[in-house]
């Protein structure tokens, strides 16, 4: 056998490969060491994604059948600190989103906590923001849907401290504060085990951009406003258009920092690839496309159960602007 | 030899790891990344001008930045008619206070004391300016009723530094939050914004008048215009003010003549639309306007001006810093001192 045809049998056989040469080796090796670079910044990524944050129970959520259909979302938010025992949470915020991805057009409607509902799984009526406590994600879902006559697609839920870390992570958010927002009582409950505690917040009026914490209370104070629960519910609404807003501006390489934020701190049914759907979606959205619904009167009127301070249903002008507005 | 080419060969792919970890970190949106001002430097600007970030306040002038507080709470700088003295906020947790100051920022003399041992007993001073004969400092402040939730701003003024009486100049509408933004007239009466809710329970601010403490006034824009955070020009005969016309994004910088004496307002030119704008005020000599804006969408205040121009094609505004991330509730001053 020349000498040729030995090397090209042992090439054939695989056994001892040529090594490659040298300068090649060091390339690949700067390749690899760059690589292990990237996986080190996206591993709060890579981790996010290997546990699922997907806690809805399977079969419970709509699937939604194409990236253009229409699909309503409901937004949940609670108080969940040291008050609370494990997932006992009250709502203290819900919110309805429609997305029509072919028209364009978005439809946000806020759900006052304290409207007086048939609970589901419960011979009770009582405060819609206490079917989470009753019955966690699924009672509250069924119990929208069976109230309001509405099909939810998705879910998403968010505590105190996750809404702080998300829009931290988003590098705050710029709005304009329509009033002097002054609460002498806002809880002083976040990380802190004194949760009865209480401090003063006053956010002065005017274009700002508020971090996590201001951010919150923004969203959260409500003693001082003539509009009650009402206006803590149109200045959500407004954060979640400054969130929209903000998140234009993030790329690739905020993508650790945002999932290092949400993990374990929100609850959806949306898996990551879905989220990712509807972030496109959302991203051609103008905010000015979004309509905005309170519930205040005609569709609801403040009174009294018992000794609870409750917000009545007028389903009679309710259920027409569901319809309307978010059609099955 | 060879050991050592390997060793140093495998430092470098550990640095070029490194390095790679802290390009994609900078590669992160930086829209709110925020630099001290101290450490920046920016287009000049004739005169002087004192700004707040942070809890600090800050001397702009001849295109660098000086700290004149420590980062402890300051903010809302006003300056006195001589330039002598600056009027400031110095907020805690519970309670502000409004300080005396000279112009390089020491503490004079403390004007108000408002905390107290119990939460709920703690007051708010916010937005200090000197009357225009540098006699009295007007401030909102929180008059609450006791026992209740309702916490509203008043317009209040007290003597600068002297003896003399408190005076409240303003009543607001309940549970709106109150009154804001005293500015002093040198005729002595005072522009001002009143919030109200309407029976859609939407929120409305207005620019108003008033000549005297606890007179009515009068609004000198309309509910659905939504101005605020007025203005004056140094000769009293311009107002600018920001207006959102219902928008929580987005703000219009307005400019009208103003008659103080009718107690009227001039049609409104927008200077700027669009954008963010806040907290304006007018250059020593008129000609120009200084208010705070995201230079991008989505991050933080920075200093910008515009030529105080109603002309159909006026001068565009410009940024005069990038990212020192200013407190959009404190109006820059300027002095020409």
């Known amino acids: 056998m020349s000498e040729f045809s030995a090397r090209g049998q042992r090439l054939l056989d695989g056994r001892h490969a040529l090594p490659l040469p040298r300068p090649t080796r060091i390339i690949v090796g700067f390749l690899l060491a760059g690589l292990i670079g990237l996986t080190a910044y996206f591993l709060p990524l890579f981790q996010s994604a290997s546990t699922p944050i997907v806690t809805s129970g399977g079969e419970l959520i709509n699937p939604v059948s194409g990236p253009t259909d229409p699909f309503t979302v409901l937004l949940l938010g609670s108080d969940d600190d040291s008050k609370f025992a494990g997932d006992q949470f009250n709502t203290q915020s819900m919110i309805l989103v429609r997305v029509d991805p072919i028209s364009k057009q978005a439809t946000m409607m806020s759900i006052p906590r304290d409207l007086w509902t048939p609970i589901e799984g419960q011979r009770y009526m009582g405060k819609i923001s206490t079917a989470y406590q009753a019955g966690g994600v699924q009672a509250t879902i069924a119990t929208v849907e069976q109230n309001f006559h509405v099909r939810i697609d ?27 927002v002054m609460d002498d009582f806002y809880p002083a409950d976040i990380n802190t085990s004194s949760p009865y505690g209480y401090y003063r917040v006053a956010l002065l009026p005017g274009p700002v951009h508020l971090d996590g914490v201001h951010a919150l209370q923004y969203v959260r104070s409500r003693h001082g406003d003539l509009r009650g629960d009402f206006a803590r519910s149109e200045r959500q609404q407004q954060l979640l258009l400054a969130m929209k807003a903000q998140s234009k501006h993030i790329n690739l ?27 496109s979606v959302l991203d051609k959205f103008d905010s000015d496309h979004i309509k905005r619904i309170l519930l205040g009167p005609p569709y609801t009127s403040e009174g009294w159960a ?12 309710i259920l027409p602007l569901v319809s309307q507005y978010f059609p099955q | 030899m060879k050991a050592v080419t390997y060793a140093v060969l495998l430092l470098a792919m550990v640095g070029f790891a490194f390095g790679v970890y802290r390009i994609a970190g900078m590669l992160k949106s930086d829209g709110s990344h925020v630099q001290k001002p101290t450490s920046t430097y920016a287009q000049a600007l004739p005169g002087k001008m004192f700004v707040a970030q942070g809890g600090a306040i800050y001397r702009f002038q001849n295109g ?27 907020r805690h947790l519970n309670y502000s206070d409004v ?68 005076l409240v100049w303003t009543v607001p509408n309940q549970y709106t939050g109150g009154d804001t933004d005293p500015v002093p007239l040198r005729d002595g009466g005072l522009v001002y914004t009143k919030y109200s809710i309407d029976d859609q329970s939407a929120v409305h601010s207005q620019v108003w008048l008033t000549t005297r403490p606890g007179a009515p006034g009068t609004p000198l824009t309309k509910p659905e215009e939504d101005c605020a955070q007025p203005a004056l020009s140094p000769d009293g005969t311009s107002i600018a003010m920001v207006c959102r016309h219902g928008q929580l994004q987005s703000t219009e910088l307005v400019l009208a003549t103003f008659d103080a004496v009718n107690g009227t307002i001039g049609p409104e030119a927008v200077l700027i639309q669009g954008q963010l704008s806040a907290s304006p005020t007018f250059s020593p000599d008129g000609q120009t306007i200084a208010f705070l804006a995201p230079v991008q969408q989505g991050g933080t205040f920075q200093l910008w001006s515009v030529p105080a121009d109603t002309s159909p094609s006026p001068s565009a505004a410009r940024p005069i810093t990038q990212n020192v991330g200013l407190d959009s509730t404190a109006a820059p001053v300027w002095d020409k001192r």
């Open chain 1, 154 to 180: 998705d879910y998403i839920w968010i505590g105190l401290a996750g809404l702080i870390k998300v829009i931290d992570s988003l590098g705050g958010v710029n709005l304009v504060v329509t009033n002097p």
């Open chain 1, 253 to 279: 390489a905020d993508f650790p920092d945002i999932a290092g934020a949400l993990n374990g701190e929100v609850k959806t049914s949306i898996s990551l690839e879905r989220a990712r759907q509807l972030y």
């Open chain 1, 306 to 317: 018992g000794d609870q301070s409750v917000v009545y249903p007028n389903w009679g002008q």
């Open chain 2, 64 to 90: 660098t930045f000086t700290q004149l507080t420590e980062d402890a709470g300051w903010t809302q700088p006003s300056s006195s008619p001589d330039g002598t003295q600056l009027v400031a906020v110095q």
């Open chain 2, 99 to 166: 300080y005396l100051l000279t112009a390089s920022g020491r503490v004079v003399q403390q004007l108000t004391h408002l905390q107290s041992s119990s939460v709920e007993g703690n007051h708010w001073a916010f937005l200090p300016r000197f009357s225009a004969d540098g006699t009295r400092i007007f401030f909102a402040y929180d008059d609450k009723a006791p026992g209740t939730y309702e916490v509203d701003l008043t317009i209040l003024s007290v003597p600068a530094g002297g003896s003399g009486r408190d």
